[in-house]
């Protein structure tokens, strides 16, 4: 579960079988104060993990989304979405690499790859 501070959002994402990339179901939804939500959700016992600060520039051609991200500690990296997996696919061949190159993780994995939490 994820609470933005950019539009005071609350978002939460169930990871779906998926062998191509990581696909979740995603639910969104606008709060009022992010520290109520955040004192909720600690004192229905969920526990803090991490504080990202990230900074997105987004692209879009066609039905291919690029998300560049950059986090403090953590080298840049480019998030591909699509709603198949020929257009991610495209995508990376667009940006010139290939399927080979593509690391396959989610945003915590990072974090845990790089010791960040």
Partial sequence: MRITEKGNNINYKIPLSHNFGI??????TSIGNVEVIRNILLSIGFS??????KYRDSYI?????FDLDKYDNMPDFIEIESNNNIDIEKGVILLGYTMKDVVKLTERGLKEYYNLI
């Fill in 23 to 28: 696909a979740n179901q995603e639910f969104e």
């Fill in 48 to 53: 803090e993990y991490g504080y990202s600060k």
């Fill in 61 to 65: 051609i066609g039905n291919i989304k």
